[in-house]
């Protein structure tokens, strides 16, 4: 596993741009709870085969993806009635011990995402800013099986004291993979980070998690126009001290899709 401080610097990159630092280590905390559930004899048969591909590969690199959630169960009366989205973003992750493809789902204006691997086939996860939880869609042999976590309050002062101990720099425009791009460079002690921004595609996570209180870095006030939406396209994290802790992360599609979650399908616990 990586160490909190990954998945506190990841978190950081997508808090400077209106991304909750409380998104920080969702997929750990989904395996754990898909642990739980599974010991649970009730759920045990639904949801046996989609947990046992999910464990099998969240070890490796779950602890890097950028969004968070709590393991707290949540009423399921949170959930809204059906999700829809309108465009797929897939982001390439690649670590030390090889790679994982994280698929989001988005829709513009929307106040929550959707995302799911290949790995996870038979579950689909929604996390849903407006109502503070964390939807988990499960299928196995037929049957259709629900749950809801609470997400934990953003602390704003944690978020705001990681930022602090980064220096930053900003680098010049360039295209990748197509998208024209502005460029930010981050360092501590421990972490150097290349990571590249578009404001060109339909989606971002700026509708998802509007958080105004975070303190954007004085270097790069005037880089991002406030009112703009922006994507990560690429991302290169080099971990200073502990090479086998590095990765990257890079978008290889955004498409026009139409897909739908609805609540009735499903039996929640």
Do not use: H
């Not at 829709?107 to 964390?134: H, I, L, R």
């Amino acid at each position: 596993m990586k160490s909190k401080n990954t998945c506190v610097i990841v978190s950081i990159v997508f808090c400077l741009f209106s991304i909750s630092t409380s998104q920080a280590q969702f997929l750990n905390k989904l395996k754990k709870r898909v642990e739980q559930k599974v010991e649970n004899a009730v759920i045990e048969k639904a949801a046996d085969r989609a947990s046992e591909k999910a464990t099998k590969s969240m070890d490796k690199a779950f602890d890097s993806n950028p969004f968070g959630g709590s393991k707290e169960k949540a009423e399921a009366s949170l959930v809204a009635n059906s999700y829809d989205f309108t465009w797929k973003y897939s982001l390439k992750m690649t670590t030390k011990e090889g790679e994982m493809v994280f698929d989001y789902y988005l829709k513009p204006g929307a106040s929550y995402f959707g995302f799911t691997t290949a790995v996870m086939e038979s579950m689909f996860t929604v996390m849903d800013n407006e109502n503070k939880v964390t939807v988990m869609f499960m299928e196995s042999e037929g049957t259709n099986i629900g749950m809801v976590n609470q997400m934990p309050e953003l602390d704003i002062e944690e978020a705001n004291n990681e930022s602090d101990q980064f220096k930053f720099e900003v680098l010049p425009e360039k295209t990748v993979n197509g998208f024209n791009c502005k460029g930010v460079k981050a360092t501590n002690e421990e972490y150097e980070m290349v990571m590249y921004f578009t404001n060109e595609t339909e989606v971002s996570f700026d509708d998802i998690f509007k958080n105004k209180t975070t303190k954007i870095p004085t270097q790069l006030k005037d880089y991002f126009d406030p009112n703009e939406k922006t994507l990560m396209i690429s991302m290169d994290m080099q971990n200073l001290k502990k090479k086998k802790e590095s990765a990257t992360m890079e978008c290889i599609g955004l498409e026009e899709v139409k897909r739908n979650m609805e609540k009735s399908d499903y039996k929640f616990m």
